[in-house]
């Protein structure tokens, strides 16, 4: 579903289109109930694949929802319009840390993990594990606090069997642990912070975390074809 400016969404006015990304496309809008900014994900048509996705995510969202935390994206709102699926999230006014990743400074770089981490905990003493932690799913707002966002998609796009799997794995590799690319739904709380780590040697050393080739990836191969 395209949106243009102007249109509405429930009772969301779409006031601009922020991006494009691997699940669906994201625009600014304001809620206008209460009068305030909101960033929602339409999720692309095949996003959730089939209804036990979008029952599978149901159940995520209301799990997120419960989380407060300052270093993660609230979710306000999942609904449905037309058949598509949309998330309402808080609005973060700033960057993608995918869009300085290159140029933070150590100490800089020690204060966006540390915060990730917080919020990281946070997620993981909910029972939630984010499973694509990357610097395209870090928020850094104007004021400079860093905030994770996707968790819950992030699931459905690595979970998901056969073509979407294969793209939604080639996209973030480079930050995944050995166990996940040999089976998506077979992580814990700590290939997060596998991915973390990954991302802080990012910012730290300007270099790719990439530890795995992608000509070695195929959807099928196991951990002794890696
Ligand atoms: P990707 O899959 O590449 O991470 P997304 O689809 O998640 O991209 O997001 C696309 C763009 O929308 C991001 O680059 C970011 O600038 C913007 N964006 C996403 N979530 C928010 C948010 N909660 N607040 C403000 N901007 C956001």
Do not use: W
Request: charged share 25%; net charge negative; glycine share 8%.
């Amino acid at each position: 579903m395209q949106l243009s400016v102007g249109d509405n969404l429930g009772r969301y006015e779409i006031k601009a289109e922020l991006g494009s990304g691997g699940m669906g496309t994201v625009y600014e809008a304001i809620d206008s109930t209460l009068q305030r900014k909101v960033a929602i994900k339409v999720l692309k048509p095949n996003a959730l694949a089939d209804s036990d996705g979008v029952e599978r995510f149901n159940r995520e969202a209301k799990a997120i929802a419960g989380l407060s935390h300052p270093n993660i994206i609230s979710l306000y709102d999942f609904a449905e319009h037309d058949d598509a699926h949309y998330a309402v999230m808080e609005y973060a006014d700033g960057t993608t840390l995918d869009e300085c990743v290159e140029s933070v400074n150590r100490d800089r770089a020690i204060e966006i993990a540390i915060g990730m981490a917080n919020g990281l905990s946070a997620a993981h003493e909910g029972g939630i594990i984010h499973r694509d932690i990357k610097p395209a799913n870090i928020l850094l707002t104007k004021d400079g606090t860093p905030k994770l966002t996707d968790f819950g998609l992030a699931r459905q796009e690595t979970a998901d069997h056969g073509q979407t799997q294969v793209g939604a794995v080639l996209g973030t590799i480079d930050y995944m642990p050995p166990e996940q690319l040999r089976d998506a739904t077979a992580v814990d709380a700590r290939s997060d912070l596998y991915s973390l780590a990954a991302t802080l040697y990012q910012m730290v050393t300007g270099k790719s975390p990439r530890t795995v080739s992608y000509t070695h990836l195929r959807a099928h191969e196991t951990r002794h074809d890696l």
